[in-house]
């Protein structure tokens, strides 16, 4: 059964068993969490921050952007949360999804020390140290 809208939870701790419908918010650790809005029972993580998440709560509800791609789930599925309404997003292309995964691996990469996404793979970024630039001093 499809889920039609999370109630936020806010919580020092996600509990061991989520319940459907219910948006877990654990502010401390600038994480949420939830149910598959599609019903298969994956959990969802959406932590919050300029790369990831932005969550906004108007005293009731919850709005969470950009839009949640489940694209590692076999569900596939794809929603917008919005006022704690799950609006669900057409299909996109797997062209759109990498494309979408490029974004994300660049931001992150530009944030060193950021753990990664599990299926994001980072590029490698060739930044000349700090040594070599002054080895170049050197010989300069
Ligand atoms: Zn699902």
Redesign the pocket.
Known sequence: MSIKSLTPQFVEHFPERLKPGELYLAMEFATAAH????????K?ITPFSPTDWQMSFDGETVSLKPSIG?WT?????HYWVRSGRIEWAGNMSQEAINAGRRRDAEAKARQPGRPSGEDIRQPETQTPSLLGKFKKWLRF
Do not use: Q, T
């Open positions: 149910l598959c809005a599609c019903g298969c029972g994956n969802v489940n789930f076999k569900c596939r599925s």
